[in-house]
């Protein structure tokens, strides 16, 4: 058939990562950081942000990037503060770990037991993962980046990795959206109706924290209250570099120094 | 005791059930099940008289002149064993069914149903050992009175007088034919008796062959006279269905064969009739079975497809002889034999078990019968192995038969005839097409009535579950021979090439033999196909799976985390809300919608508005621009902002082309001619005398004709 | 411009519904409705589009009336809306013919969140109570499909009431993941309810950010720069590129032609790619703000011509390929047809209007953006309106928006040297109106302001209003249709529930 011609026809689109670094998602818009620390002087920064992701309580001025919807309203009002972050690498297995600068006081023996309770279940996983995805109340836009994970861009098919519409083939749950509650029970048969070991993945600062959308009578301000997830991918939403960078630091397929530029 | 003996004292045992159930009734419990003790009786009696004839120990009964029309005899030669052992096993297997059934309660409201049992095995005995016309059409008659007693026997059933009247009026009409037949065949040889009548040849032996297949034709459901069918054994009580279907019916494919054998070889246009009448049979049979919404109308229109199967065996046999291939002949009665046997103990398995499952759940609608195998077990595994018997899966014996049919198929290259050659061709498209479909209908009934789980419309406790033994037995003899037979179908072989001896040379039947285990479509270096090694191999390798994979797993393969069924996590849907039996076989309904007719329609009864979406509107919709059922406006009206309206309604139906486009039309005409007919009666002694006066004078202007 | 929206309020209950049944009777399209919780009183809205103009229709209900005649009867557009408004108010539509829970499944006398009271409701838990079937006949059953899909799709709930293989009639259910946005615009301030608008409908971001920001900009009676005015169109243009592409790949998707899948997918990432180095983000979000937009394209202006130029010969090749591939139109031809009455009485928007013979394009009608002065030439189909005329107006208004980015690109080189992209608005109190075409179709923003913060925010998304159309579609289709003509509708749940 003429497809098939037409499907040689750019060669091949797809990118390297993880074994390579990719342009686009290195100088990808990701994040916000905090410059050098500086004391929290002058004027009430928490207002400046619509979701409150700007933290002063300690001595530092801190963001926290499961909060963070990339509005801009920060680095607008006080460019000498805050800086746009380039790079997709946003991904961590420690909802604490989004709060940037990390506060490197916290107690790093229960982030490591949890990597390594982790790690022991997903030593099954090693070869080809089934992804279901359930939307929790999103705003449809993390839907169309995680699609985009199977376009040959992304193609991650190459990497052993395939989305399933049975839930008894999956053993990852990519969660999306603010946890609208009308979506508990659904969200809850689905968890149940999976294999184990089951990896938990939450797409967007929307499934993290609730984003803009929350508080609210309809959400739960994320999906975290509803079940313990492994993965946070921040974002608004993430691109799909970072959802990849997600499943693949989920799986501890990522070398460890990868993991720690990241943060 | 002789082959004769045998037979007189199973005649015996027949007589005296009915004699029993005519006086003592169904009301004393004691007594209700001793005409089925009797007939039980007669029917081990005649297997063994079968098995002895069969294999060559036959016997002959002299019924003398008493009958009239000169000398007459009961003849039990290996053809007649070959029926009559398949008669005998079968009934053994109903009797002891029967003989549980009668014993619940309002089984059997009245009397009369054991006077029909022991009729109708008593009447199909008969049929097989007559020796002369006169004999058969009376047996043949009789015959025809017990259908009607069996299918009008539930009076308070809404359609019984239906179902009888139809019953009789194609019963009739097929001895009427039968006595058409022998009366030119009586012409041609002056004499009554079959062996006689070898010597009549031309017109007459060609209108007398047609005519007496077509009168075979209706007792075997072969379309156009098919319709009869499945209305009168879905009225039948019970047990009685398998009578009707899987023993009654066999005295039709008895006469093909016996016809063949005394007539010899047919003109090449009737095989070419016959064998396309009888793959539309078996398309038509199934494309019905496969949609019908009621379990005994769908195992009804199944016995319809096997009609079609075993008659195409047949009509490949009378290619053969037309062709003058004795290899040919042999294969086709072979197979046609195979698909009996297997039909006949698969039916018994469907129609005995389903009376117990559809007396158990009290309806017989497929939509509310739902995984009632777990409550009957013994009904179900038999139901179960009847219906994968039908599906022609390995291991059973229709997948022995069904092999040979389609092997018998492709012999047609060795047919120099084009037009028999093309025709059989014809008819293997549309026999690869109803065994298709044959899979499709019984995965249904399998997988959602027997082992389906229940649904929110349980079905109801209205009997106590069968427990008797007698009655596991009856449902366990014919699964098991399903089964078993197919295990060591080279023994079914031998025994069926001596039964079809005095038709086929035995060399020819049993060079399907290639070794003693291995068989082969007749003709040698076609193809091979061994149903004993399948029955050694396929369950060690099942076995075989299962340890290897256990092993591998480290037995988490059987450990099992028991979760509702995934429904895409809804909260829950009222009403139907699992896959109706209905529902599965509506993909049916829309791939045969040409053959069924399939219409649809969207109605609500408040609005007043009817929008019929005929998307399916049969051979005379053009297939492509037209977008397919454009709805109506008025159904997008109650589409969008109706839905609200109460009672609207949905509804599939399936037309019954035969029925509707060859019977219905005629209907009205003759109608009117019977009550032009009723004229005639005027109860005036004049009158009568006159009419016999005309009769007189036609017989004396025939007479003096035919000197 | 000469468009206005003003607001009209007829106290009398009675005399309102009169008045917009006979108003859409006599022509005016019914573009949504909503009401409007005051500490005082509920107010009920009607939205009547006109060449023109959108015209506001409220009433204002009595003190402690809790019901109102339904329009539906009237006006079976409304048939949503009233349940909508039963849900978020519990005001009943008397004789509204099934009003049945659509958005907010709560139990009788449970607090509903009465969005412009504000007040802050309790957490409302939808209860899951099956709603009846609707139909009734032999081998009826019912196939919940959802809410949670198969494969990445949006949660909701769509009830099959099938005899097996057809269609006969179907039910929606998308309350399971409303999201209570219309709640949470109050109290916001104008500024930052742009970044909600933009979550309303995540992939029609750029529109219902220029619906939300025209709304208020009109309000004040600002005019903003004409180089905001372009680089609103620009985004919004590759919106509308990127959801067509979206539709077209999952159309090719379920058709199972792998190559034709992945191309679209791939030229759906390009125009992705290209929207995120204009501005930053994949999506256009944080492009415009009421007064403009936030930062001038991150592009030069040549480089961005001639990456579309690019892309649009690279789709139009593969466009071509698709639209002449028989297996591929086969599932098209005559799947899921809209009739072109229903969908001039029930006001169908964007793509699924145009391909079912509608003409109407907001950007033609009521002008918006830069939109007036570039002239826009609307798609139009033969009217066929089934999946295939859908994809059809697709394609075409692919062009049309490659032809308009273009165009944009060209007469903002002619701005560069007036780098003015925002004005700073005044504090005005009242209630404004704002429109886009999004990918979808109309988006309508009622916006009402009070002291400087929203009070009432009504986002009304194509989604919501041309989704009731899904149930009309489905005659003489199959259970294989499906995808096609859930695709081919292109909608958001996020939208329809929000």
Known sequence: MAWVARGLRNGVVTSRYPRRADPYADGFRGAVTVGEPVAAAGGDLAAICPTGAIGTAGAEVTVDRGRCILCGACVTARPDLFAWDAGSETAQ??????????????????????????????????????????????????????????????????????????????????????GARGMIAPLRRTYEAMPNPIVVIAVGTDAISGGLVSPSYATSGGVGGQLDVDVVVPGSPPPPFAILHGILLGLGRLAANRTRDAS | MTTAALILTSLCCLASAAVVDVIAGPQRPALRVVPYIGVLGGAVLIAVAGFRADLGHGGTLDLGTTLGFGHSHLVADPLAGLFLALTGVVTTAIALVF???????????????????????????????????????????????????????????????????????????????????????????????????????????????????????????????????????????????????????????YGMWRIFGVLGTPPTWLAVVLVIAAA????????????????????AYSSVENGGLITSGYAIALAGAAAHLTDLVALGLLTSCLQMVAHAFAKSSLFLSSALLEQHAGTGRLDRLRGVGAQLPWAGTSFTIGALTLAGLPLTLGFVSEWYLLESVMQLFRLHSQTLALSIAAAGALIALAIGFAGFTFVRLVALTILGGRGQRAASRSAAAPTAWLTRLGLALPAIGCISVAAVSPWEIRFLSHGLAPLAPAHATAGALQAPWVLQPVYGGFSALSPSWLAVELPLLAVATLVVVTVFTRGSFLTVRRVPAWRSATGGVTGGARYTSFGFANATRHVLANVLMTRSSLTTLAAGTAAADSEFTGPDLPDGEQPDGAPDESAVVLALEGADVPGATYSTDVVEIVEAYLYRPVLGPLRRLVALAKRLQSGRLDAYVGYMLIVLVALLAVVVAMA | MTVTGSPRILTDVATWRDEVVRRHQDGERF???????????????????????????????????????????????????????????????????????????????????????GRQPPAADPHEEPIAGHLEGAGLFTIPHGPVRSGVMESVEYLIETPGENIPHLRVRPHAKHRGIEKRFEMLDPDTGVLLAERAEGIATVAHAIAYATAIERLCGARIPPAAELIRVIHAELERIANHLDVATRLADAAALGVATARFGWHKERVMRLRSDLCGNRFGRGVVRPGGVRAPIGMDVDEARSAATDLEKLIGGDERAAMSTASFLDRLRSTGPLPADLARRHGALGPIGRASGITEDIRVSRPYAAYGD????????????????????????????????????????????????AVDLDQVDGLGIGWAEAPQGEVLYAVDVQDGRLRRVKPRSASFHNLLLFHAVFAGDIFTDFPFIEASFGLSIAGVAS
């Not at chain 3, 557009?77 to 907010?104: S, T």
């Open chain 2, 99 to 253: 003989i549980g059934w009668v014993g619940t309660a309002g089984a059997v409201p009245h009397r009369g149903l054991g006077v029909a049992t022991a009729l109708a095995v008593a009447s199909v005995v008969v049929i097989l050992l007559a020796d002369n016309a006169f004999v058969f059409l009376f047996a043949w008659e009789t015959l025809s009175v017990a259908f009607y007693l069996l299918a009008g026997y539930r009076r308070e059933a809404r359609d019984a007088v239906r179902a009888s009247m139809l019953t009789f009026g194609f019963s009739k009409s097929s001895g009427g034919l039968l006595l058409i037949a022998f009366s030119l065949l009586y012409a041609g040889s002056d004499s009554f008796s079959f062996a006689d009548w070898h010597g009549v040849t031309g017109a007459a032996h060609s209108a007398a062959y047609a005519l007496a297949i077509a009168a075979f034709a209706i007792k075997v459901g072969v379309v156009p006279v098919q319709v009869w069918m499945p209305t009168g054994y879905t009225a039948a009580p019970g047990p009685a269905r398998a009578l009707m279907s899987a023993v009654a019916a066999n005295v039709g494919f």
């Open chain 1, 93 to 178: 297995l420690d909802r604490a770990q989004l709060v940037v600068p990390t506060d490197l006081t916290e107690d790093p023996a229960g982030i490591e037991q949890a990597r390594a309770e982790l790690a022991r279940r997903v030593r099954a996983l090693r070869q080809s993962v089934h992804i279901r995805h359930v939307d929790t109340g999103s705003d449809g836009s993390e839907e169309w980046e995680i699609h985009a994970l199977t376009n040959p861009t992304y193609d991650v098919h190459r990497l052993g990795i395939f989305f399933t519409a049975s839930p008894r083939h999956a053993d990852i749950l990519m969660l999306t959206g603010a």
């Open chain 3, 31 to 117: 573009a949504g409705m909503y009401a409007d919780a005051t500490a005082e009183a509920v107010t009920v809205t009607a939205m009547l589009a006109t060449a023109g103009r959108v015209d506001l229709v409220s009433t204002a209900l009595a003190p402690g009336s809790t019901s109102y005649p339904a329009l539906t009867p009237g006006v079976p557009a409304a048939f949503w809306y009233e349940r909508e408004i039963f849900d978020l108010f519990g005001i009943r539509a008397e004789g509204h013919p099934r009003l049945d829970p659509l958005l907010l499944p709560l139990d009788t006398g449970a607090p509903r969140p009465c969005p412009g009271n």
């Open chain 2, 280 to 299: 539309l049979t078996a398309l038509l049979g199934i494309a019905h079975a496969a949609v019908q919404a009621d379990l005994q109308r769908l195992i």
């Open chain 3, 374 to 421: 570039l002239g826009v030439v609307p798609a139009h189909d033969n009217g066929r309106g089934d999946a295939q005329a859908r994809l059809q107006v697709r394609w075409a208004e692919i062009h049309e928006s490659f032809r308009l980015i273009r165009e944009a690109l060209t007469r903002l080189d002619r701005h560069a040297t007036n780098p003015r992209l």
